[in-house]
């Protein structure tokens, strides 16, 4: 996803619109559990100042993952607002500043960025959502199986339990 900034450049301190949408993800992207659903869109407004670019807007996008309960699609809208400063040289003190050269800046890494810190950590199908049962694998948001009724008294931790119990020094 590419901005083309020569207006501002032209123009410091005026603010300009733009919108962008890429059809696919952008190319430093290596996932293959999170999938795209719908076309990443890129919409705010960009102005110079000096030999920075400030850059202002929202990333809106579809992504799915694999349910970390029970691995069912897990679709969630995601959006996140952007507020950076583009700068023409690196900065030493700052490894994570955004550049740019010419009159373009390349926004894959920071839409990435932004869609990333907006995933949760756990990205499940419903909020109510059952997983899979640990002994026979079963999903138990489509069906009850046998299993499920043997668990509670087969607890890995109840030997530990009962030494709690007891009135001795552990």
């Known amino acids: 996803m590419q901005l083309d900034i020569g207006r501002a450049l032209k123009s410091p301190g005026v603010e300009f619109e733009f919108a962008l949408e890429e059809a696919r993800a952008p190319e430093p992207w290596h996932g293959d ?3 795209f659903e719908r076309p990443i869109s890129l919409s705010g407004v960009y102005a110079a100042a000096g030999e920075s670019i400030l850059l202002r807007g929202e990333v809106r996008t579809t992504v799915s993952a694999p349910c970390a309960d029970c691995l069912e699609p897990a679709v969630l809208p995601v959006s996140a607002r952007v507020d950076e400063v583009f700068t023409r040289e690196e900065d030493p003190d700052d490894p994570d500043r955004f550049t ?3 009159h373009v800046l390349h926004l894959d890494d920071l839409v990435l960025g ?3 810190l907006e995933m949760p950590m756990r990205l499940l199908c419903r909020p109510d959502c059952k997983g899979l049962c640990p002994i026979c694998g079963a999903n138990l948001n489509h ?3 046998a299993c499920q009724k043997e668990m509670p008294s087969k607890q ?3 030997a530990l339990a009962s030494l709690l ?3 001795e020094e552990v």
């Open 33 to 35: 559990e999170l999938v």
């Open 100 to 102: 740019y050269e010419g």
């Open 114 to 116: 932004a869609i990333l």
């Open 143 to 145: 069906t009850q199986c």
């Open 156 to 158: 890995p931790f109840a």
């Open 165 to 167: 119990n007891q009135d």
